[in-house]
């Protein structure tokens, strides 16, 4: 189906951007990878009739480290963060989260701002940054303002985004020493979707402690992500155990038996894969493909 007549905009500052919006404003849509907007168009699902393209707006890609924190523009690719050096070495969980969405185009178009600004229950990376703590820069008629992303989104497709804003910053603030973090889902086998989707950070202290256990299973759950806190005892050797990483599992939210399909779920998968890490003992074995169910 073709998408309803709509004007086009190509704005060359982020400025420019808002102004447009801010002219428009609810007959106004922004397209940043067009992986989520222009399906929506092509079912008349939202029919806008002005369309703000910010692909030709300079700075709102690429990734860097200031200031303790990895810096990534909003409409940098799902492709270029699996790829990124920096990324890979500082925060492996960001490329390994970014290569498991969708297929190659959709990583080659997608966005991370994009992803964000849509809120789809069912994506990566709301869960991957709301563990890791991450904000967003948002700019609009009244200035640049910071978000954290576990208030920036408040339900399925639907953020605290005020009128004429444009999210155009994602700032993850780097671990300290002896701290980790993983992504596990379980995927869609046609789209690569989330049924579940678990992101855990992990720190211990000087002991060999957990100090802070943080994770969010909101990837497929249909609700905004949200960060419990999970403390623990010592690891005493037997990662997931004494920590009680089990009890993120608990966490996640009605349908729980969308967790628990996995074999171990993924919230028990990722906690264990990180804490394995940190203390040198075996990881835990991989998951089970999913039995269908009993009929």
Known sequence: MYPAPFEYHVPSTVAEAVALLGQWQDDAKLIAGSQSLVPMMKLRLVQPKHV???????????????????????????RAIETSEIARSRLPILSEAAGGIGDPQVRNLGTIGGSLAHADPAADWPAVTVALDASVTVAGPRGERTV??????????????????????????LPGARSGSAYEKLPHPASRFAIV??????????????????????????????LPQVGGGRCGGRPGAPCRLHRLGRLQGPPRRRVHRARPPPC????????????????????????????
């Open 197 to 226: 989707g678990v992101a855990v950070a992990v720190a211990l202290d000087g002991k060999g402690a957990v100090r802070r256990v943080g994770g969010t299973g909101a990837a497929g759950k249909g609700d905004e992500p949200r």
């Open 52 to 78: 703000i393209d910010l692909r030709k707006v300079p700075g709102l890609v690429g990734v860097s480290e200031s200031d303790g924190a990895l810096i990534i523009g909003a409409l940098t690719t799902h």
């Open 268 to 295: 028990g998968r990722a906690g264990g894969r990180e804490l394995a890490r940190l203390t040198r003992f075996p990881e835990p074995p991989a998951a089970t493909p999913p039995r269908p169910p009993a009929r």
């Open 148 to 173: 954290p992303v576990e208030q920036l989104i408040s339900g399925p497709l639907t953020t605290v985004l005020e009128p004429g804003e444009i999210l155009v910053q994602v700032r993850i603030p």
